[in-house]
């Protein structure tokens, strides 16, 4: 749970970008934890119709996430979903100008335009993008522009599909790992509530950064042939939500924090090798993994590029 006064200033945040009612919720919601609807009014003494809008407008805009616990009654009749507050999510509101910055500097207008639109809005279809970007009006031209524009951003991964609207939970497990000649364990230490829900909701990173409904085309421009006919596909595609991956512009200023870092406390060399290690190893499915008895082909590679002197790299990775 988050502190006292980080309570105090995400309430605030929710208050001040889509008023009290709102931030009534989301204030009852960090306070008590994951509540049903019930729950909510019942805390709130709003009105059903109040507190059902008011956690849609959060969860439009990235601040919650529904789920659901274990098996729901003890009989298993009737399962409940929940409704939990994302703490992070709602502080990464104050970064928004920054992660705009990151992509008006890395992709071009029409990319910045909507992803504008995506952190403004929180989840939009690609139909939703066209018709902003046509003025409501039929134009192949503008859809064509958004999905060229939409897929750069996803091979960027400064985009991504929605989690799953309603995510299933396991109960907390302690997981156990026998290591070594004499049977010593390993315990891994349990995953907050909140870790194990967006864990669950959250999709595999091919469906994940895919623009097509059916993954016809990923965010590394693959193409698999789909069984669906282009119109079905088309209109399976206006029903995805996509919204900003805050993941990732995270990632993207932690390694730009510690890229100069390293400038400052041994030079600009090896801050330029530090910066194309961590380019070259930012996605999992293109992972180079340099370990100190080496992948000779890419730290020649990366040195011939770079053209940095070999003691540089190592005492940056030493």
């Known amino acids: ?22 931030a009534k919720v989301c204030e009852n919601l960090l306070n008590h934890g994951a509540l049903t609807l019930d729950l909510v009014i019942r805390y709130t003494e709003l009105s059903p119709e109040h ?20 098996g729901g009654d003890e ?15 709602i502080l990464h509101r104050l970064r928004f100008p920054k992660f705009m910055e990151i992509v008006s500097g890395e ?27 046509s003025q409501g009006k039929e134009n192949s031209a503008a859809a064509a522009a958004v999905r060229e524009s939409l897929l750069k951003l996803l091979m960027a ?19 156990t790992k026998k290591r070594g000649a004499k049977g010593s364990q390993t315990f891994k230490a349990p995953a907050t509530k909140e870790q194990r829900v967006i864990e669950a909701a959250v999709r595999g990173d091919m469906i994940r950064f895919s623009l097509n409904a059916d993954i016809g085309c990923n965010s590394d421009g693959e193409t698999n042939p789909a069984d ?15 919204r900003a991956n805050f993941e990732e512009f995270v990632r993207h200023l932690r390694d730009k ?13 090896a801050a330029i090798v530090l910066s194309a290690i961590l380019k070259a190893t930012r996605n999992k499915d293109k ?20 053209d940095v002197n070999i003691y540089v790299f190592w005492t940056i990775h030493i």
């Open 1 to 22: 749970m988050a502190p006292q006064w980080g309570i105090k200033f995400a309430v605030y945040l929710i208050t001040n970008h889509f008023g009290k009612i709102v």
């Open 107 to 133: 992709l071009d207008d029409k990319c910045t335009k909507i992803f504008e639109g995506l952190l403004r809005d929180g989840r939009l279809t690609m139909k939703q993008m066209v018709d902003r970007e």
């Open 51 to 70: 507190a059902k809008n008011a956690l849609l407008v959060l969860i439009q805009h990235n601040c919650a996430q529904a789920f659901v616990a274990g």
């Open 157 to 175: 991964r400064f985009v991504e599909r929605c989690p799953l609207p309603e995510a299933r939970v396991v109960e907390e497990e302690i997981v």
């Open 228 to 242: 669906t006919s282009v119109a079905e596909n088309d209109a399976k595609e206006d029903l995805i939500l996509w």
């Open 287 to 306: 992972e180079v993994k340099i370990e100190k008895s080496g992948d000779l082909d890419s730290v020649s590679q990366i040195l011939e590029i770079y």
């Open 257 to 269: 924090a510690l890229i100069e870092n390293i400038r400052t406390r041994v030079d600009d060399g």
């Open 75 to 89: 009989d298993g009749s009737r399962v409940k979903t929940q409704y939990m507050v994302l703490f992070d999510n």
